[in-house]
């Protein structure tokens, strides 16, 4: 959803009937992955299984393919496939290999296949850990103040502290939003002037 969001022509490949559905619902192409292998440009696999990308896709990827694991160990990308494939292996920057295979095309392995959010990760952006924090130490002062009417229980984070920060975080990135009128807040909460 986030490269859709930045502009980016998703497609889904999916296992799962009630997942795809909600991925065509939700406004994705979905197709079997070696029909998607033959048209994509970058390839995230996210599936937790082995070979999500196997020699048979590789086969038909497009040069300049870029391979990614962000979902178990690094057996989601058959890399021994890829290696028989291969003619020269080439380390072309910090985390990013290059495989020259036979028939002239390149396929680009991020992380050699680990999880690549780990692996080659450069350290998480100040505009992401920025709300994370935010919403800890407010949940931590959250637990503080009513600790003694408080179980002992896990809780959710208080829907407030969630609103909050992302207001605060709007405010700062320069986004405006609309604010219910005082007659919508009542018309909301006041079940007898509804249907």
Not at 24 to 42: N, Q, S, T, W, Y
Not at 82 to 100: F, G, N, Q, W
Not at 101 to 116: Q, S, T
Request: a negative charge.
């Amino acid at each position: 959803m986030r490269a859709k969001g930045m502009g980016s022509n998703v497609i889904v490949c999916e296992v799962d009937p009630m997942k795809a559905l909600e991925a065509v619902m939700d406004g994705f192409r979905v197709m079997p992955m070696l029909e998607a292998a033959k048209i994509g440009h970058i390839f995230v696999s996210a599936t937790g299984d082995m070979h999500v990308f196997d020699g048979h896709h590789m086969e038909v990827m497009k040069d300049g393919a870029i391979l990614a694991n962000s979902g178990h160990f690094d057996i989601e990308i058959n890399l021994k496939a890829l290696e028989k494939m291969s003619s020269k292996i080439t380390r072309v920057r910090t985390l990013l290999d290059e495989y020259a295979l036979h028939d002239g095309r390149r396929l680009y392995v991020a992380g050699e296949g680990r999880l690549v959010n780990l692996a080659a990760a450069e350290g998480h952006p100040s505009a992401v850990m920025d709300m994370s924090f935010a919403n800890q130490a407010l949940a931590a002062e959250y637990l503080v103040k009513n600790h003694a009417s408080l179980e002992h229980t896990v809780y959710s984070v208080p829907e407030k502290i969630d609103t909050e920060i992302a207001r605060l975080k709007l405010a700062a990135m320069g986004v405006k939003i609309d604010v219910l009128t005082p007659e919508q807040e009542a018309y909301l909460n006041e079940w007898r002037m509804g249907t």
